[in-house]
Nanobody, 127 residues
Framework: QAQLVESGGGLAQPGGSLRLSCAASGFTFSSYAMSWARQAPGKGLEWVSGIYSDGSDTYYADSVKGRFTISRDNAKNTLYLQMNSLKPEDTALYYC????????????????????WGQGTQVTVSS
């Protein structure tokens, strides 16, 4: 049974930084694409960033491009999201999700590309 556990969320000031981690277990982490998504209060799910199993390709939402960086350490079975220049609109519950393959069949923003989700870590950006 795959398990994903996010950590690293918290309170940050506008312009600040946080690094999220997603510890994976129960599957061969290095064989699957992974992504981050977020959900702000009262809003729908927003796909934030995705990465191929070998890290060769990465994807970002326009809203975070140039500020967030996705990475992975396949030796440590861990996915990361480095978030810089944080804005209040980045406030959300952040989830990591496991892809169903090494890349994405259609689009990294399609829900059916993923089969396991973590429970989320809260990020709040406020002064």
């Amino acid at each position: 049974q795959a398990q994903l556990v996010e950590s690293g969320g918290g309170l940050a000031q506008p312009g600040g930084s946080l690094r999220l981690s997603c510890a994976a277990s129960g599957f061969t982490f290095s064989s699957y694409a992974m992504s981050w998504a977020r959900q702000a209060p009262g809003k729908g799910l927003e796909w934030v960033s995705g990465i191929y199993s070998d890290g060769s390709d990465t994807y970002y939402a326009d809203s975070v491009k140039g500020r967030f960086t996705i990475s992975r350490d396949n030796a440590k079975n861990t996915l990361y999201l480095q978030m810089n220049s944080l804005k209040p609109e980045d406030t959300a519950l952040y989830y990591c999700a496991k892809g169903t393959g090494g890349g994405y069949g259609s689009s990294w923003t399609q829900a059916d590309e993923y089969d396991y989700w973590g429970q989320g870590t809260q990020v709040t950006v406020s002064s």
